[in-house]
């Protein structure tokens, strides 16, 4: 019969390795030395991504930074996010200016207009970051895949703009679909996969959840 190590020898073993991964991770993290302002995409067709997003905005507050969001997509909907950034002004700017879902307007050219707008803001949002006092250190851009991948707003313009975003500054782009050209130039690409979902066993969006 062999015979099995007590617990002392165990935790002596244990220990030992978590000592080595510890000299491991310190030796990878003194190779890191670069400090920039990230392009990020949230995409891929599970929940999380906008959710995502708003956590990183709460994340960045709690820091002290100031925040801009632009909703592309989210026009009436009375959100739970709108209610928390409200109370802080001075941090977070949030410019809700989507008209909703395509098929819930049911007209392009309007969708097209206020995708428009919606990109001026943005862009305005982003250029008042430049220089050495940044209005913002965080820039969100809800849902800005969906309208790129409608064709709302012109891909290459959209991409050029963000390929020469601030260096300090931090965006982040939410939506389904996220264009090829755009994941090219992000330094941070997550794509939430579906597995299951509540909605497709005939469970309506819910309050604290989805909005």
């Known amino acids: 019969m062999i015979e099995q190590p007590d617990e002392a020898e165990l935790n002596a073993r244990a220990n030992e390795k978590a000592r080595k991964r510890k000299e491991a991770r310190a030796r990878m993290l003194a190779t890191k030395t670069i400090e920039k302002g990230l392009l990020i995409v949230h995409t891929g067709k599970g929940k999380g991504k906008s959710t995502a997003a708003f956590g990183l905005a709460i ?115 939410t939506g389904r679909n996220a264009k090829p050209e755009l994941i090219e130039i992000a330094d941070l690409v997550t794509e939430m996969t579906l597995v299951k979902h509540p909605f497709l066993a005939g469970v309506k969006a819910q309050k604290g959840i989805e909005f």
């Open 59 to 173: 994340r960045a507050v709690g820091n002290g930074m100031r925040v801009g969001i632009v909703q592309f997509v989210k026009g009436k909907w009375d959100t739970g996010e709108r209610h928390v950034f409200a109370r802080f002004p001075d941090q977070v700017d949030i410019r809700t200016m989507g008209e909703g879902f395509t098929w819930e307007t049911q007209d392009r050219a309007r969708d097209i207009m206020a995708a428009t707008a919606a990109w001026e803001t943005s862009r305005t949002m982003i250029d008042a970051c430049k220089g050495s006092s940044p209005k913002y250190h965080l820039v969100i851009l809800d849902e800005l895949n969906i309208v790129l991948r409608y064709g709302y707003l012109p891909l290459e313009d959209v991409v050029a703009f963000l390929a020469q975003k601030p260096a300090a500054l931090h965006v982040v782009v």
